[in-house]
């Protein structure tokens, strides 16, 4: 009989980690644990505010699967049907899928990725290196502690009052670095927008490589009015749920960023990436703050991505599974 147990993950952050929504210095993940006769598996998840995810309210779902049968789930068709009849919050729902997934491979003697059918992950695959929300002033200095000329790729959070000069001083320091720019919903509007757009793509050195959920998911007609008009690529986030409508999605967005995380397991994150190659836009693979348990997870379908932006683990302090090694700006599974 399987045996499924829960246990808190605190993790110190590295540096602040600030969004346009929030800011935090320590993290509380959750790690599962499944042992099987001589198996034995991990998952993670990590619990998102947007998302109305804490780590006690997905201590007490767990406890609830518990009740209604989690120790009986010993195949990844009995735990779909257990979390279909009780679904949990979505990165619940993924650390739990990710663990019998993982030991479901290991007693067919097979990689992840095989045990999927999905292609192999490169054997160093190129991520993008996140800055957080920051003065302009400490972009430097960040820059220099954290080695980020090491990146060929780095992601820019931003918020709608200070997009414009931290933006025009990570320019100066990396012309013509390729950079994804993160507004996490922070304009309100399609106005807004192209009012800060205007200024921001006038930085000299600027290359967006692309423009990810500046606008609440809620905004899909302003999505619709400015989509091909700010001369990048526009990603969706925020916007990509289990209700996703993958043609209205088109009609909105060049891509689609998809984090296991966000939705809740190797099965739903597949069926996200398909959908999205079949409408025609890019693929991008995400995450949220993660361990190197995540992070390992989601390399596992990278092969099916165009972007890939994994660098949750290097934001830990002390990160405690070494599962993953960064290497001049590409990421290899070390075991």
């Not at 045996?3 to 509380?28: G, M």
């Not at 899928?97 to 491979?105: I, M, Y």
């Not at 986030?237 to 060049?254: K, L, M, N, P, W």
Request: proline share 6%.
């Amino acid at each position: 009989m399987p045996i499924w147990t829960l246990t808190p993950l605190v993790l110190p952050l590295r540096y602040t980690w600030k969004i346009s929504r929030n800011a935090s210095t320590t993290k509380t993940n959750l790690l599962v644990r499944l042992r099987e006769g001589a198996h034995e598996a991990l998952g993670e998840a990590a619990p998102n505010v947007r998302y109305g995810e804490t780590p006690e309210s997905l201590q007490a779902e767990f406890e609830q699967l518990q009740q209604a049968g989690l120790n009986q789930c010993a195949t990844l068709p009995a735990l779909t049907e257990l979390l279909t009849a009780h679904p949990p919050a979505h990165a619940l729902r993924f650390a739990l899928e990710s663990a019998l997934v993982h030991l479901e491979a290991a007693r067919a003697g097979q990689a992840v990725a095989q045990w999927l059918g999905v292609p192999p992950p490169a054997a160093a695959v190129p991520t993008a290196f996140t800055l957080p929300i920051m003065e302009p002033g400490a972009v430097a200095e960040f820059a220099r502690e954290q080695q980020l000329g090491r990146f060929s790729l780095l992601k820019i959070k931003v918020n709608r009052e200070g997009a414009v000069e931290l933006l025009r001083e990570v320019t100066r320091l990396f012309p013509g670095r390729a950079l994804l720019i993160d507004g996490n919903e922070a304009w309100p509007d399609a106005d807004s927008l192209r009012q800060s757009w205007e200024q921001i793509r006038r930085l000299p050195g600027l290359n967006v490589r692309l423009l990810e959920q500046p606008l609440p998911a809620t905004r899909a007609a302003d999505y619709r009015a400015l989509k091909g008009q700010l001369g990048c690529p526009v990603f969706a986030d925020e916007s990509v749920t289990d209700e996703a409508d993958f043609a209205a999605i088109a009609r909105q967005f060049d891509g689609v960023n998809m984090k296991l995380m966000k939705a809740g397991g190797y099965l739903n994150g597949l069926r996200i990436l398909r959908e999205t190659r079949a409408h025609g836009l890019q693929t991008m693979l995400g995450c949220m703050v993660e361990t190197s348990l995540g992070i390992r997870s989601a390399l596992h379908v990278s092969a099916l991505a165009d972007v890939c932006d994994l660098d949750g683990f290097l934001i830990v302090q002390d990160e405690p599974f070494q599962l993953v090694r960064e290497e001049s700006g590409h990421l290899r599974v070390t075991q």
